[in-house]
DNA sequence: GCACAAAAGCAAATAATTTGCGTTAGTGAA
DNA sequence: TTCACTAACGCAAATTATTTGCTTTTGTGC
């Protein structure tokens, strides 16, 4: 007997999945993150705390689960301009997302978990908004970095100064991106 | 009564917290990290677990406190020649650490505390490394980049790839340190 | 050596986690 | 529609972890 990776929808199980999660976003708007507890959580989402122990494993993976599903983007990067504006645009709001309160908290529930599942959900999320960059500019024939450039230089940066350090300034993004972009010939 | 920030050492404190940290360090390397638990902590180190729970408020933060003194560089980096192969070698050692499977976890633990001094800790200790490199190449009058440059598109990067991706390999490195070397003028 | 305080020990109380077993609710075939 | 099947849930008892009040130990400065 084991469980399902992906409840069929409308399932009774996806209404648990449903209800577990959004209890946990209410609680972690509502509370402190420290004493959020499986039975509380349990209690709000009218569910046995062993339903969520057997589903998820624990309160560290719960939370990454839930980390992740908040973590993916929403829509299509904005249209702004030109293919560079695009991104600058994108990137200084993916900067300003993960650096703040919740989203920094989102990245460590994410890479807490024993699991490294949802930290690589993320890293796909985050390719997937890029390639969509990509493909602009490649459609409209103005140079553009690779997504691993960007990925090197752009969104780890970022990440590392969250996670580590000071959150970086929308001004540093733009540096960041200025340093990459391909039209320009940089002396170092 | 509160606790001492640092301990004096020779006292009781400090053979405590010597004690506990040796034996995490000891059930790291002989168990599964998800059967580790304070009270077996606590018994290979004799003492009590509420002594453990006191100080270090819980298994989170005992683990990131030791996650952080593992990190902690033992040594300047070797002299291997010009200041870039110094950096090469130095950043090629840090990779495969941190790539490792316990560089990994001690990064997942330094991060998945609630209170962010590890991470920082880790990240100063990173910095203070790069200074010694830094401070070398001019002294030798050699190009070098600045600390700024070398945390945000070579350590980063590293680091992101780790936690989010997959680990980066010695060629990948090198290619991220060429990019930064200002003597190169690079056509990206 | 003595008084003080920080930190440890002990043990009882509380809270979280695990587990065995019975029940429920979707699913697919007849 | 009904019926058999099974994944997933609920319940409750057993276990294990955490918290807490109080006592005792041990280093420190006088």
Known sequence: MGYRENPRPGGRSARVQVAVHQSVRDMLAAMDRADITIPLIAQRAKVTPSTIYRRWGGLQ???????????????????????????EAWAEQYADEMASGVGRQLLRDVLSAAD?????????????????????????????????????????????????????????????????????????
Do not use: W
């Open 116 to 188: 490294c599942t949802n930290a690589e959900k993320c890293c796909t999320y985050t390719r997937t908004q890029l390639a969509v960059l990509i493909a602009r500019a490649e459609k409209r024939g103005e140079p553009f970095p690779t997504e691993e450039e960007l990925m090197d230089h752009v969104i780890s940066p970022i990440i590392y100064r969250i996670l580590f350090d000071r959150a970086p300034g929308p001004d540093h993004v733009r540096k960041l991106i200025a340093k990459v972009m391909p039209e320009s010939v940089v002396k170092t």
């Open 61 to 87: 993976e719960l939370l990454a689960d839930v980390a992740a599903s908040r973590l993916q983007p929403e829509g299509e990067p904005a249209r702004i301009g030109s293919a560079r504006e695009d991104l």
